[in-house]
């Protein structure tokens, strides 16, 4: 299935980088996400990307996190730059067939990680 790594406690400002990798049959599904879920909050998308490479993220990362991919591997990174503490969560990746405009709704997703725990400390 999808198993996430790279997740721990930093301070604000800080970087972490997330990896997401996967069986070949999952991660050739088209679409790969990364979702966070703060505590007491709805899980949320956090940035998506698709076969072709072309990229969708969250307002509130914008700037701050950048995707890529290492095809070759089966693995999605999340670099996450000046970390604030309103980014801790836990953090999970999940697959799709297709990315579309709905690509930050969860509930379209079928493929799911067990999620990696990233504290940014103020």
């Known amino acids: 299935q999808l198993m996430e790594s790279g997740g721990g406690t930093v301070e604000a400002g800080g970087s972490l980088r997330l990896s997401c990798s996967g069986s070949?049959?999952?991660?050739?599904?088209?679409?790969m996400g990364w979702f966070r879920q703060a505590p007491g909050k709805e899980r949320e998308g956090v940035a998506a990307?698709?076969?072709?490479?072309?990229?969708f993220y969250q307002d509130a990362v914008k700037g701050r996190f950048t995707l890529s991919q290492d095809k070759a591997k089966n693995t999605l990174y999340l670099q996450m730059n000046n970390l604030k503490p309103e980014d801790t969560a836990i953090y999970s990746c999940?697959?799709?067939?297709?990315?579309?405009?709905?690509?930050?709704?969860?509930?379209?997703?079928?493929?799911w990680g067990q999620g990696t725990q990233v504290t940014v400390s103020s």
């Open positions: 990307v698709d076969s072709d490479g072309i990229a």
């Open positions: 070949s049959a999952i991660y050739s599904t088209k679409c």
């Open positions: 999940a697959s799709k067939t297709y990315c579309d405009i709905a690509w930050d709704n969860p509930q379209k997703y079928a493929y």
